[in-house]
């Protein structure tokens, strides 16, 4: 059973994470409007794998019978400067996340929580490599700047990154992984 603080807390990550999709989405549309259609399929498929981390803490609140709240989505950045500030908010943003995880994990062991530390290690890890990927494209995008010819390529090797989700709902709730 969760504490009420703990379920407080996974919770809130509920809403960061499905904000995350919104601002990912959000970055998707910028670069829609900007003719980049494969930073578009990367930016939603990073939107869609937000969602699904939502789904799975939402899974485990359930599964500990705690209760789900869900809470209203702030609005995400609408605008940037250029592809390569879309990035650099994007690693900015993939740090936070990680603070926010780490908050968890504090939490869940302050309260001896094992069951919840062991869960959000996954989350742990996840964010190493979101952080690590968000930080090699905007490494690319630095050195592609102001060259189309080298930002055209960028954009066809972001095509390629697909998110696909097979799992059924019972893997899912079963803590399936992605």
Known sequence: MLSSKMQEA??????AEIYSAYLYWSMSAYFESINLPGHVTWM???????????????????ERTGRVRLAAIEEPAFEWKSPEAVFAAALEHERLVTSLINDLVTLAREEKDYATDTFLQWFVN??????????KILQKQKLVSGDGAGLF?????????PFVLMLTEQALAAGGAA
């Open 153 to 161: 390529v960028l954009d066809q090797e972001l095509a390629v990154r």
């Open 44 to 62: 939603y498929a990073q939107a869609q794998e937000e969602f699904y981390h939502a789904r799975r803490i939402y899974n485990f609140i359930a």
């Open 126 to 135: 996840e964010q190493v490599e979101e952080e690590s990927t968000a930080d």
């Open 10 to 15: 996974l919770n809130k990550q509920i809403n």
